[in-house]
């Protein structure tokens, strides 16, 4: 007990010590991560990390900036706000409409509370009552943007006042972006070319300076079931293990004993203090874990906002624990920290921008476990048994390790994932926590406010630019579409060797600049402006200003592929530079591949109809033109999809003559992306597998990856895949195809003949939400899991494992079927139209496989 008392005074202590947080008037150099709202005060509350004192500063508006939205009618017909308490002021400003390209006179109506605005449904949000601009942005955000304040970057605090800290540029980083603004931008393609010298610069200056390493623990919690889901808002089970991992090296697990537990063999690492509380210090265990949080500026978590957190809270409450000693805060659909920062990874690494763009889906589902194994190369501990019958030291051990794997997930790579957050949120003027649970929509969302208000642009409301676009779209072909997508070229089908495939880098970006595309400048007031037709489109372009998003998605792209990505190779260099410089090249990357998806978007704020199939019509013109490119000098293009060719046999002298082509014609960059030693071409579009010269192979859509297929099928998948990646020419395709299906045929009988066993056949599908939250339609996963409910606790984030069943309701949990009833013929389905990717495309029929007649006269199509 001695060592216990020593170690929770120390908590106590340091808790006291480190975290000083009181309201400050002077703050040193620190870097702003958060803000927020704070209801009591009715003012915007700032967070600044300080790296040398290792603590959050915070610090409360002082400049009485207050809530407000603009109304387009006269303050004197507003009078019947004026009469409401809420509303402070109602005033005449000017503003620039952008989509007239005109100043105007609107009524900005100043307010106590954001919810006099918005966030209810009631009359008491003067947007139900007055049709309204700018009355769905969080005020914490209105007060950034109106502040110029942003996110990432370092700031000090004099006196109450906010005073921007700039490094001075490195000489090597100062040469390489002068060569860039004077050398590659002098051809920008910009209408206003020192406007956007100017933000590229701005740019640079805001995304060189240092990322500090930051101070954070991770948490992990577990809690009895005793068969039962334990309900996050009741609370009434016992959290029994706390487990933590600490920046600084503090690895520690809070253990609660209970009645009929084993101790068991202590096997933890030596570094990590296991530390026990009597059946009755529950209530200890959370205080003393809640002095630990308020150490660390930074927690994180993985589901944190659906499980951990708001059980802590809701439990801390049930046990008596006082408001004072609980850092913890609830909102809606997060938890934070009133005095520091929550990031739950798991929403970061849900956000398919991050899976795709920077794990390069190196995981398919969501769990900690998944996520773990495809970024880490480890996972959670199993010893076979529920949580509630192991012994303490397995419990220690099991909940430890949750936390160690979820802060290893910030520490990989010398800190990567925090580097990352902490550029995005530079370049989103968006709080880090935002930034870790919203997806790039949002972010570029934000971006877009600060750069209007900046520039004293009214944002416009959805409809006026609904009224805009309205009846101008061309036939989108697909049906549901609004607008034509990226051009597909018709595939010649067959196998065909010596394949490369040119990319053109960027390439929506790219557009998006060079022909100045944003909303207000695609079909511009402007009449002289109407004779700079976009091809493709009825539309034209503006030659008279830049457009915003042009500007904003023109700078970033320019500054990724000729400052940055070349930067980030240099040898004279030091690795701290190296490595800010590769990460805000991956920061870059992924906004820029997600920027013309979400401009794209319906649900996108700033969607504008024309902009999008601008954007695609340009596009498929500049892909149409490179293939006449292409055949004017004898190179033969395979196929086309959306901004990449596939072409045969190239010479050295043919890419280089198109690469050259296509920057002088229409200012894109076009570049290697894979070379294949063999492309295998079916009739159908975006359906094609090929195996690259080092012998990868690459199948499109690769449906046989993902984390719901049955194991067997995955293995089968990759098994064939083998056999393909062995292939040198023509006659070996022959035989391989062979070999494809007798191997098809050998898996299919097992399936036939019920022997593969229940673990092979099991679907894997993570829970996205908790299962009260099913109501109207209910997944074949979720029907599985309700079959659990009973043997034990299901909560968000969980893996259901399950297979499919002859009798009602069709699945049942692994743990729960027999052998005898499953039901061959779904996962023969499942078996067909998962392996039809490399079937169809080698021109196999499944049915002609298993030796049943062929259902198709199709010929065999592979010589020409």
């Not at 540029?169 to 920008?188: I, P, R, V």
């Not at 690494?349 to 995981?363: H, P």
């Not at 970033?556 to 090249?585: A, G, M």
């Not at 993570?766 to 997944?779: G, H, N």
Request: proline fraction near 3%; aromatic fraction near 10%; charge should be negative.
């Amino acid at each position: 007990m001695g060592k216990r008392n020593d170690i929770l005074k120390e908590i106590d202590m340091e808790a006291v010590e480190d975290f000083k947080q009181n309201e400050v008037a002077n703050i040193p150099n620190s870097l702003l991560i958060s803000a927020s709202y704070n209801g009591k005060t009715k003012k915007v509350s700032l967070k600044f990390y300080n790296s040398e004192e290792e603590k959050i500063y915070l610090w409360e508006d002082k400049t009485g900036h207050q809530p407000y939205c603009f109304s387009k009618m006269a303050p004197e017909d507003l009078d019947f706000l004026s009469e409401r308490d809420d509303v402070v002021e109602i005033k005449t400003v000017k503003k620039i409409d952008t989509l007239k390209d005109k100043e105007i006179p609107v009524s900005k109506i100043i307010v106590t509370d954001p919810l006099a605005i918005g966030g209810t449904q009631t009359t008491q949000s003067i947007r139900n009552v007055v049709e309204a601009w700018e009355s769905d942005i969080k005020y914490y955000e209105t007060y950034l943007y109106d502040n110029s304040l942003i996110i990432g970057k370092y700031y000090r605090i004099e006196n109450d006042t906010i005073i921007p800290h700039d490094f001075e540029m490195s000489d090597e980083t100062n040469l390489a972006m002068k060569s860039m603004l004077f050398d590659k931008l002098g051809n920008t393609g910009m209408t206003d070319t020192k406007q956007f010298q100017e933000e590229v610069s701005n740019w640079a200056e805001l995304l060189d300076q240092p990322v500090p390493k930051i101070k954070r623990m991770s948490l992990d919690i577990e809690v009895e079931t005793d068969g039962r889901l334990p309900d996050v808002k009741i609370a009434d089970k016992k959290v029994t293990a706390i487990g933590f991992e600490a920046s600084d090296g503090m690895r520690r697990v809070f253990v609660l004993k209970r009645d009929g537990i084993e101790e068991g063999v202590n096997d933890l690492d030596k570094n990590i203090e296991v530390i026990f509380y009597e059946k009755d210090q529950e209530k200890k265990l959370i205080e003393d874990a809640f002095g630990l949080v308020k150490k660390y500026p930074v927690l994180i978590t993985y589901n944190g906002d659906g499980f951990d957190l708001p059980y802590l809270y809701n439990r801390a409450k049930r046990l008596g624990i006082s408001d004072e000693i609980n850092p913890l805060y609830m909102m809606r659909d997060s938890a934070t920290l009133t005095k520091g920062v929550h990031l739950d990874l798991y929403r970061t690494f849900s956000n398919k921008a991050f899976q795709i763009y920077v794990f390069s889906q190196k995981y398919s589902d969501f769990s900690l476990n998944s996520v773990s194994k495809g970024v880490l190369g480890e996972q959670k501990m199993d010893y076979g048994v529920e949580i509630d019958n192991m012994t303490y030291y397995q419990i220690a051990k099991y909940c430890q390790n949750d936390a160690y794997l979820t802060f290893k997930l910030t520490s990989f790579n010398q800190d990567l994932l925090m580097n990352l957050l902490v550029v995005i949120t530079r370049i989103a003027r968006m709080p880090i926590d935002d930034i870790s649970r919203m997806g790039v929509s949002q972010w570029i969302r934000s971006l877009l406010y600060y750069e209007h208000r900046k520039n004293n642009f009214l944002i416009p409301r959805r409809n006026e630019i609904e009224e805009k676009s309205s009846g101008m779209a061309n036939d989108a072909v697909i049906k549901d579409k609004k607008y034509r997508g990226g051009l597909v070229i018709e595939p010649i089908e067959g196998v065909h060797f010596d394949v490369t495939v040119m990319d053109f880098a960027s390439l929506y970006p790219s557009i998006i600049k060079v022909n100045n595309l944003s909303y207000e400048t695609v079909r511009c007031p402007h009449e002289e402006c109407k004779k700079n037709a976009i091809p493709g489109t009825a539309h034209w372009r503006c030659t008279k200003k830049n457009g915003l998003t042009s500007l904003i998605i023109g700078s970033l792209r320019d500054l990724r592929v000729n400052y940055y990505k070349s930067l980030s190779k240099k040898e004279n260099i030091t690795d701290e530079q190296k490595q800010l410089y590769t990460v805000v090249s991956q920061a870059l990357k992924v906004i820029l591949n997600a920027s013309y998806g979400v401009m794209g978007a319906e649900i996108f704020p700033l969607y504008f109809l024309p902009a999008a199939e601008a954007t695609t019509a340009l596009g498929r013109h500049i892909i149409m033109d490179t293939i006449e490119k292409c055949k004017g000098i004898q190179l033969e293009v395979l196929y086309g999809d959306t901004d990449s060719l596939f072409v045969k046999n190239p010479t050295v002298q043919q890419i280089d003559d198109v690469i050259k082509l296509a920057k002088k014609d229409h200012g894109v960059e076009l570049e290697i992306d894979k070379e294949y030693r063999y492309v295998v071409l079916s009739n159908r579009k975006k359906n094609y597998f090929g195996v690259t010269k080092n012998g990868k192979v690459d199948v499109k859509g690769l449906t046989g990856k993902k984390s719901h297929t049955p194991p067997f099928i995955k293995t089968l998948f990759y098994e064939l895949l083998d056999i393909l990646a062995e292939v040198q020419n023509e006659e070996e395709f022959e035989n391989a195809k062979k070999k494809v299906s007798d191997k098809i045929a050998i898996y299919a009988k097992k399936v036939q003949d019920k022997s593969i066993p229940l673990k092979e056949l099991t679907f894997n599908v993570t829970l996205s939400k908790s299962l009260s939250e099913y109501v109207k339609t209910i997944p074949q996963h979720i029907r599985a899991a309700k079959q659990l409910e009973t043997t034990r606790e299901i909560k968000k984030g969980d893996i259901i494992s399950y297979v499919k069943i002859l009798n009602k309701p069709g699945v049942k949990p692994v743990e729960l079927a027999r052998q005898d009833e499953i039901d061959s013929g779904k996962y023969m389905e499942f078996m067909e139209s998962t392996l039809e990717q490399i079937t169809s495309s080698m021109d196999l029929d499944f049915d002609t496989i298993l030796g049943k007649p062929k259902q198709t006269g199709l010929d065999q199509f592979f010589w020409n």
